[in-house]
Each structure stands twice: as C-alpha cells, then as structure tokens.
C-alpha cells in the first residue's frame, strides 16, 4: 500500500494588505496498518456528521486565539455572520477545494453575501483533518495559514467545518 505524503494544494489569495493562506491536505486515516504477516490493523475516522459542527468551530476559534495570545496578539472576535459565510465556503469545498467558489466567484464573496462589510479579508482552508487539533496544526505548519492566523490586520474570525463521506472540509474567513 501506498502513503500519500502531505502536498500543499493551493495557492495564496489576499485583499488588500492581507497575508495569503494556501491550502495544505494530509493524509486520512482510514487505511490499514501491517503489523506482522496474518495480521491487520484497521484505524478508522472518528464519527461525525455531515451537519455543521459548532462545538469543532468554537474549538478551532480557542486554539487559533492560545496561538495568537502566544504571540502577544489580541484575541480575534467571533462574528455569526463571517461564522456563516465559512460555513458555506466549508460546504463548498467538496465541489470546488480552492480559494474560488463553485460559481468561479472569488471566495470572498460568501463574505458578502452574509453581509459582512470588511476592509481586509483572509481565507485558510484544509481538508482531511478529523480534529480542530489537526487542523489548527496543519495551519500553523504553513507559512501562509500561519500568516492569516496570526495577522494583527484582522480582528474577526468564522470557522466552518462540514463533514463529507467521512472527509472533514474545513474554512476559516478573517476580516477587519
């Protein structure tokens, strides 16, 4: 069996002064392990819905802001509406795992169409991590990702998480 190893897939994408995030994938569990002949080791993806997880979203706000608190940074504000719009950019990834939309629209435009006025805009996506741990990790191993999440440029952020066959989709929009 092969193993993939962990292949940035997307590239930077920024407004104004904003510092762009590429989008990094790591490999999935859900593959077996060969111990010794005659026997296998099956590691399976933890359960999860394919419905919104607000629980993952306010788990990945608290870790992106230890990071940033780290760093000497305020904490960034949840906002519902940013919070929809990477929802929505999390159901899109799926159909379309880039800073562009479905539609071939930037992917600040989920950003509009939720009503958020901003000056400057951000966007981290990943897919394949099953934690918010994973994730913000992924995130903070990436130049760009760690650039977005420790920018003190923004001042809002919205985590979307959306779970696909067994895949997490992940999106993070800042904004000030």
Do not use: D
């Not at 607000?54 to 990071?67: D, G, I, K």
């Not at 949840?78 to 990477?86: D, F, L």
């Not at 918010?132 to 920018?151: C, D, F, K, T």
């Amino acid at each position: 069996m092969k193993f993939k190893r962990l292949v940035p897939l997307a590239l930077a994408l920024a407004i104004a002064s904003t510092v762009s995030a590429g989008a990094a994938r790591l490999p999935q569990s859900g593959f077996s392990f060969l111990f010794r002949p005659g026997y296998t080791q099956t590691v399976s993806r933890p359960s999860m819905s394919a419905q919104p997880n607000s629980s993952y979203a306010a788990q990945v706000v608290s870790l992106v802001n230890a990071e940033r608190a780290r760093q000497g940074l305020p904490a960034l504000t949840v906002s519902t509406a940013v919070q929809q719009a990477a929802q929505t950019r999390a159901g899109e990834l799926q159909t379309s795992f880039s800073h562009t939309r479905p539609s071939g629209a930037s992917c600040f435009t989920a950003l509009t169409e939720a009503g958020v006025s901003y000056a400057r805009a951000g966007e981290n996506i990943a897919y394949g991590q099953s934690t918010p741990e994973a994730v913000v990790q992924s995130w903070m191993n990436s130049s760009g990702h760690r650039a977005n999440i420790l920018s003190s440029s923004f001042t809002t952020i919205g985590i979307g998480c959306t779970v696909v066959n067994g895949t997490a989709y992940w999106a993070q929009l800042f904004t000030a």
